[in-house]
């Protein structure tokens, strides 16, 4: 089965510091890889995605992340960070093709907390 | 015009009773979803359909039973709930191999 670590559990951080938060996943085959947000009390949202091509994808509100195939990694960064990031984030996998195709496996979440 | 929506948005019951929540997309997805956030925020598939069609069926007790009327909906109904019952439940939609699109999420509280 697949799965996915996420090393921070909350990351706590002042406003303009930059941010990167690790994500690693377990699975031999081709995989597609997202980031979600999720605002206090709000449903996911998608930051980003990566599914092939560059591996240095850009998703929305400046956050970006790279996909190293070789460390199986898809870290999330920010340059950046403002108070209105602060939030839940979470890493999802799922497989490109066969029986688990669909099935998003999520990390255990890091929570952001950004102070003004 | 919400694109995932879930009723409702808190449900407060107690141990034993039966309950369900609705799912509706506008989306014209044919995948539908739901997962349950436990209180440490970890998120788990349970079901997933595909064009009312059950793909995905994680270990989840049979008390949980996911319905599809049709494949904007995905209802999902409870049987003699329990403590550990309680959390967020999200639905979600897609079409196949796209990103997931989700309800703003049911809190189930068991009392």
Known sequence: ?116 | DTAVSQTPKYLVTQMGNDKSIKCEQNLGHDTMYWYKQDSKKFLKIMFSYNNKELIINETVPNRFSPKSPDKAHLNLHINSLELGDSAVYFCASSEQGQPQHFGDGTRLSIL
């Not at chain 1, 009390?41 to 970006?64: A, T």
């Not at chain 1, 199986?72 to 340059?79: D, M, T």
């Open chain 1, 1 to 116: 089965a697949q799965s996915v670590s996420q090393h921070n559990h909350h990351v706590i951080l002042s406003e303009a510091a930059s941010l990167e938060l690790g994500c690693n996943y377990s699975y031999g085959g081709t995989v597609n890889l997202f980031w979600y947000v999720q605002y206090p009390g709000q449903h996911l949202q998608l930051l980003l995605k990566y599914f092939s091509g560059d591996p240095l994808v850009k998703g929305i509100k400046g956050f970006e992340a790279e996909f190293i195939k070789s460390k199986f990694s898809f870290n999330l960064r920010k340059p950046s960070v403002q108070w209105s990031d602060t939030a839940e984030y979470f890493c999802a996998v799922n497989a490109d093709r066969g029986s688990t195709l669909g099935r998003l496996y999520f990390g255990r979440g890091t929570q952001l907390t950004v102070w003004p």
